[in-house]
Every structure is written in structure tokens, then in C-alpha cells.
């Protein structure tokens, strides 16, 4: 992506139901984050749906003063881990008590454990609560009902089964989504123009984008 690009300074997006690929410009150092599918909620002020699948910038998400925050602060950054302490900083002063964290939490550990072959109506009578309110938490933490999250992780499963060689790897279970609210993890890295991975549909994702970087 460009620097004309809308994307370019940082963005952010809910948990996929398609893949999206975004690519940065040569020589740019960046910095981002995936959480697990409920880890973006706690710091959004919008239902986590109304990310899914629609990438948002940083200035969308929390104002420009946070946009330049998080691009020029960064950038005089002298190596990964202070760039990665700044973002951190920048997170936990953004973290908010969001509403049935606890529910979708607990009940998406039950969904990837069984890699998705839980019964949703299992799911729903061990929490105590009515499908109704499980389907509106999962919607606006992660941005998706849990049987739509249950069918990503059964989709992750069998395509990890599949070898290219024709033979089958003998695992069952999806890739993990990468981290948790409690203790973020990132990434920095160098990429040349198009060289980022898709992102997955098994996890919220959020990246930064700062001045490019010295040679």
C-alpha cells in the first residue's frame, strides 16, 4: 500500500470471515497485533461487528491525535521492543470494562478446544443463559455468532488436515489465535511492498505503520 493509501498509518479490523491482504510500503517498519477472536472488544468503543470483515484506521477508531500518536512516536523508537512498549502503553490506556467479556471468553475456550464441533445449545445451557443473549454478546465481542465462530474453527480444522502431497498430517486442531488482552503480544517488522500475509479469520488483528525506516 501507499502512502496515499487510507491504510497506510495503521489499521484496525474485527475477527474475518474472509481473507484480506494488506501490503505496506519498502523499507516502512510496523507494528501490530493479534488478539484473539473476543481480545479487540476491550478496546473499541463500537461493537466488534461493525469491524468485521471492514478494516478501520487508527484515526476512525480513536481520533487523529491517537493516529499521530501512534505513527510518529513509534517511528523515533530506537528498536522493536521500545516501538512494542509504546504500543502497549497506547492499548492499556484505551482498555475498557466491556460487557459479557467473561461469557464469550469462557464459551469461544469451549468452541476452539473441541475445534468447533461443540453443540452450540450445549454451550448455551452450561453458561445459563438464552441463545438470544449468547448470539448479541458473541456479535458485539467478537462479530460474529458462535455458531458462525464454531463453523470458522471446523473450516480451520479440516484445512490444517489437508496436505499438499496428498497426504493427510493427522491433526485435528486449528491454528491457535495468536494472544490475549491480558498480556498483548506483537510483532515489528521490515516488509517490502505486498509482503504481508493474509490476515486470518481466527483472530482480531490491529497494525501500525511508521516512518520508513533507515536502511
Request: charged fraction near 20%; hydrophobic fraction near 40%.
Amino acid at each position: 500500500m501507499g502512502r496515499e493509501d487510507p491504510y497506510a498509518d495503521g489499521v484496525a479490523i474485527s475477527t474475518l470471515t474472509r481473507a484480506l491482504q494488506f501490503g505496506y510500503p519498502a523499507r516502512t517498519r510496523s507494528v501490530g497485533v493479534h488478539f484473539k477472536p473476543w481480545g479487540l472488544a476491550p478496546f473499541l468503543a463500537l461493537p466488534a461487528a461493525e469491524l468485521r470483515d471492514r478494516p478501520v484506521t487508527v484515526e476512525q477508531l480513536w481520533g487523529r491525535p491517537a493516529a499521530a500518536e501512534l505513527t510518529e512516536r513509534p517511528a523515533a523508537a530506537a528498536g522493536p521492543r521500545q516501538m512494542l512498549a509504546l504500543l502497549e502503553r497506547a492499548l492499556l490506556r484505551r482498555l475498557r470494562e466491556t460487557a459479557g467479556l467473561d461469557l464469550v471468553r469462557d464459551t469461544t475456550g469451549v468452541i476452539a478446544a473441541s475445534a468447533g464441533a461443540v453443540a452450540i445449545g450445549e454451550l448455551q445451557t452450561a453458561a445459563g443463559v438464552s441463545s438470544t443473549l449468547l448470539a448479541r454478546r458473541f456479535k458485539e465481542v467478537v462479530g460474529m455468532t458462535p455458531k458462525r465462530l464454531a463453523r470458522v474453527y471446523r473450516f480451520a480444522a479440516t484445512v490444517s488436515e489437508i496436505d499438499p502431497s496428498g497426504r493427510s498430517t493427522g491433526s485435528s486442531s486449528p491454528p491457535a489465535p495468536a494472544t490475549t488482552t491480558r498480556r498483548t503480544s506483537a510483532t515489528t517488522s521490515g516488509r517490502s511492498r505486498g509482503s504481508s500475509p493474509p490476515a486470518t479469520s481466527m483472530s482480531a488483528a490491529a497494525s501500525w505503520t511508521s516512518t520508513p525506516a533507515t536502511p
